[in-house]
């Protein structure tokens, strides 16, 4: 190849002439705008012959990360986080105090034939 550069450089396979607008057909479509406690906006789109009761009422922020709601006036609280629980905490959920003495007794006296007492 002499001189000059290629004529393709820099462009799709297909694209079409440069300069092209027209990049195919659009679905319609509605603008759903929801808002979060902060008062931060985000628009979901959704197709334009979905009812009105399949639009969720809640979405979560993408940046916040809190629900937001269709009314701007009245967005849905953020949820409650639940407190971080211990390795003792779960096993008292799933153990009663009686067994949780048998299984300290049992523990001990192990302790106790491998020491020599």
């Known amino acids: 190849m002499a001189g000059g550069a290629s004529a393709i450089r820099g462009t799709r396979v297909g694209s079409g002439p440069m300069g092209e607008q027209d990049h195919g057909h659009q679905a319609d479509r509605t603008a759903v705008s929801y808002w979060d406690a902060e008062g931060n906006e985000v628009v979901k789109y ?26 701007k006036n009245d967005p849905p609280a953020p949820e409650k986080l639940q407190a971080y629980k211990s390795h003792l905490e779960y096993v008292k959920e799933r153990r009663s105090d009686d067994e949780a003495d048998e299984l300290l007794e049992d523990a001990l006296k192990k302790v106790r034939e491998k020491r020599g007492e």
Request: hydrophobic share 30%; glycine share 8%.
């Open 46 to 71: 959704y197709a334009a012959d979905i009812s009105e009761d399949e639009i969720p009422e809640v979405v979560d922020h993408p940046k916040s990360g809190l629900p937001a709601g269709r009314d």
